[in-house]
């Protein structure tokens, strides 16, 4: 793998946090090459032989070949799946990890009505992750650390272009333009 360039950052988060927006906003960004759809859900392929990942797999999600633009990718699952951290670490130790959070609140109230928009009537329905972010979360993302953002989902609503000029060096900083997507 030492010859491929690889991914150079990853939004995460929690659900119903901006990261969809986010995405969106950043597929409009010519200078940044992102995969086909938004989560790949390499990381957290308990079917991956993690003694030996075939990167190849996760890099045939991007149509274009390398050509020196920032990649990256939106999954924000690999916030609590158990060894991502971990596994995109040893992928590439200068990963950038952007993570979206929102107001608990507001969050659950989303969450709520997007459930109830699809149909599911359950109100005993889980609301909120059991037991908060895993430890690897904690320590990684949440501590200080020049290859993680922690942004708040309503920056994105409030100023985008702001917030995506507050992104690392290597995800695209820069005020987001116009043209081809992906």
Known sequence: MADEPRVDFIIAGVQKGGTTALFDYLSD??????PRVKEVHFF???GQ????????AYHAHWDAPPD???????TPIYVYWPNSLERIAAYNPAMKLIVLLRDPVQRAWSHWRMEYARGRRDPTLRLVHPGGPPAA???RALGPSPGVLLRRARL???????ALRALPEGAGAGAPGRGPAR
Do not use: K, M, S, T
Not at 49 to 56: E, I, K, N, V
Not at 68 to 74: D, H, K
């Open 44 to 46: 957290d392929d308990e």
């Open 29 to 34: 960004e010519p200078r940044i090459a992102l």
């Open 68 to 74: 020196g633009r920032p990649r990256g990718e939106a």
């Open 156 to 162: 994105l609503r409030r100023a985008a272009r702001a």
């Open 137 to 139: 979360v904690r320590r």
């Open 49 to 56: 032989d993690w003694a030996q990942p075939d990167y190849g």
